[in-house]
């Protein structure tokens, strides 16, 4: 793994009048340019060919360098990666860019330095550590089976390096999580021989709550006292599965499908942000005791709710998620910290223009 000193060295040598804010041209890339060039940065885009002119044909939120390649993992290529420290660039990972270019590859040959902190891909790609994190924080969680037979009521089905939710699968006893792995290998959705884990299915509502924890910001929650915690905004994914009804009276097998179409903003009822802002105030100590600094900066939980179990949190993303881009000019919550349209993207350059002026950009890169 590539240290953190060695990252630290090289953003030593970086003009810090000069920096440029660079992410791959996808996910949530034309909010992180819009916020960037808000906050007076300079912008550079990495975009496959094709994809380029559509980038381009955003006046306030293309990047001002394009750089072209064939494959997104160009990036790890030597040349590519210097052409990228000599323009001072900060990278804003996101979730495609951590998935095109591969968390191991980030992690191993990925010179650039990062805003946040790498260590969270390690501990946020792989379930088991996921899961470990999750219990660190004491936050609700769901139950996981070790083995089919131990299905004794409504589970849910996570092949491994599934995408997006494509290919999960719900059962409610061993036959029927026989019954339908068998189908999807049959539909060719799956090969065989996945691994896969068993997670106890929550009925309830869900709410992704979008969290910027800054480290160079006065503590602003009970407990939490390495920064301030922002909830700036929620969203729900929208999924096949959520349009289900439109098939009834039947149920349509291709319905039974959890892979994220869109996202719909939501606001959850005004008690229930003490809940949310606890939980992830709990993960981000846990992070911290984890693997230090821990988080920096943007995160999100998916948790659902139901009045008899409160919220139960079933993933982190350890990263800015696509729902934010419901919120471009800022959301329903954001006006309770800022005066001024704030985005995630926008607040992730903000953070960056403030580490600057400090002398403290070293203390979220990684
Ligand atoms: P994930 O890949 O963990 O983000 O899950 C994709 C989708 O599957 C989520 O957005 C939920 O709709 C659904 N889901 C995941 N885990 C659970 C769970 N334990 N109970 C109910 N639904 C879940």
Redesign the pocket.
Known sequence: MISREELLRILSRYDERDIKIVTICSHSSLQIFHGARLEGFGTIGIALRGNRPYYESFPRASPEIMLEVENYKDVLRKEFQEKLISENALIIPHGSFVEYVGAENILERFRVPMFGNRLTLYWEGDRERQRKWIMEAGVRA?RRYSSPDEIDGPV?V?LHGAKG?RG?FRASSPSEFRRRLEELKLRGIIRGGEEYVI????PGV?FYPHFFLSLLEAPNLPGLEHGRLELLGMDR?L?IIDEVYRGLPEIIEDYLD?TVAGNIPVIVREKFIVDLLEAAARISLAARRLFSPGLIGPFCL?T?YHPRRGFTV??ISARIVAGTNLYPMGSPYSPYYYDEPMSMGRRIAREIKRAIELGRLSDLIY
């Open positions: 769901p849910i996570k939710g999960y997670e106890e299915f929550i869900r994914r999924e959890y998916e659902i079933f993933e």
